[in-house]
Each structure stands twice: as structure tokens, then as C-alpha cells.
């Protein structure tokens, strides 16, 4: 598909900024087609500056270059949606993305239980009989007993994950991997990791 630089009458389609690894949008710029043709000549994300009237390449003053790893255009042919991987801060102001987030990887909702689980570390750090009725829970019990007790449900989860994988009941063998799953990411906690830490491990080794 050609991409139809005409369409708004400027010679300009917008284009999206995603990080090839952690797929966080990063920021939104505009191409005409010479800066399209030198983004895919030096493999640096280069756009058109609306106030500047000029080609700029991202990075050229600060050194936050943009690499090129893939573009795609849009089933009406005037977007692209660009995957970088990213040298630094992306935004002037120096965070990571244009709109104040952490370029931190995705996983759903398995993030947001990280963030709970995470959560309830803390409130493990308040002595107990300084904690509300409603800060009690199971999670914090587990970090209240520490480690050893962790590792231990870790193993038993483990175990009992093995047992049903050997059975033909679908629905306890996903019920114990959710469980495996669980108490894995509340011991990655205890030890001060997280899941894009594991994945970094994988792809080194891939």
C-alpha cells in the first residue's frame, strides 16, 4: 500500500511512536514523504516539524534517537504507526513518553496484579497492630511470615500444578497454574523483582 501523503492537502500524516518491546506509545509526529524516505535511509525516526518548517530527526540535539524497526501503514493509508526501540528520554521534558509515563513492558492484567501484590508488600511494612481492619489480608500474611514461608507455597503450588498436568481435569490444572502463577509473582516481590526483569533473562537468551 502507498501511503497517501495528499490527503489533508499539507503533505503531512501523523505518525505513532510505539517502543517495539514494551509496545508503550511514546509520542505522535508528523511525516511528509522526504522525511518517510530518510527515516527508512538512516534507520533514525525523522519527521517534519510544523513549527520549525523543516525535517528534524529525533535525537539530533539531544541524542534520543529513535531506531527504526518497523513501520505500518493504516487501512486508510495516511497513518503509520512506527516501532522504535528508543535511546533515552523520548520527551523534551525528559520522561520517557510525551505523556509522563514509565516505558515500563505491559502484561495486562498480570501488571495490575503485580501492582497489588506490590501494594500489600507495603502495607506488610506497617507493624500490625498499627494496620486497619481492612489492610489485613492473605498476601500480606505471606510477606509478614517471610521468605522461607513464600518460597515454600512457591513449591507446594509447584507440586500440585505437576500432579493435576498428569490428571485430565481442565479446570483444576489451570485453578493450580493460576495458583503457581500467583504466589510466583509475590515471591518475585519478596525478592525485589518483577516480571519484565524474568523477561529480560529471555531475551538475552534468545
Known amino acids: 500500500m502507498e501511503i497517501d501523503f495528499n490527503k489533508n492537502n499539507d503533505g503531512l500524516v501523523p505518525a505513532i511512536i510505539q517502543d517495539v518491546n514494551t ?43 529513535l531506531n527504526l524497526e518497523s513501520i505500518k501503514i493504516d487501512c486508510d493509508n495516511d497513518t503509520l504507526l512506527i516501532k522504535v526501540k528508543p535511546e533515552g528520554p523520548v ?41 486497619k481492619e481492612n489492610e489485613q489480608s492473605y498476601v500480606v500474611s505471606l510477606f509478614d511470615e517471610g521468605i522461607n514461608k513464600i518460597a515454600q507455597k512457591v513449591g507446594e503450588e509447584a507440586v500440585e500444578t505437576v500432579i493435576e498436568a498428569k490428571d485430565d481435569n481442565e479446570d483444576l490444572f489451570l485453578n493450580e497454574s493460576a495458583d503457581l502463577l500467583f504466589h ?14 524474568i523477561v529480560k533473562v529471555l531475551e538475552k537468551r534468545h
Request: charged fraction near 30%; charge should be positive.
Open 23 to 65: 509496545k508503550q506509545v511514546l509520542m505522535l509526529g508528523y511525516m511528509n514523504e522526504e522525511a518517510y524516505l530518510k527515516t527508512n535511509q538512516t534507520k533514525k525516526v525523522t519527521f517534519y516539524s510544523r513549527t520549525k518548517k523543516r525535517l528534524w530527526t529525533k535525537g539530533e540535539e539531544s541524542g534520543n534517537f
Open 91 to 131: 520527551c523534551h521534558v525528559g520522561t520517557d513518553t510525551c505523556w509522563g509515563e514509565t516505558n515500563d513492558p505491559q502484561f495486562g492484567f498480570l501488571t495490575e496484579l503485580e501492582g497489588i501484590i506490590s501494594q500489600r508488600k507495603k502495607l506488610s511494612e506497617i507493624p500490625a497492630a498499627s494496620r
Open 184 to 197: 510466583y509473582l509475590i515471591l518475585l516481590k519478596a525478592k525485589g523483582y518483577g516480571l519484565k526483569d
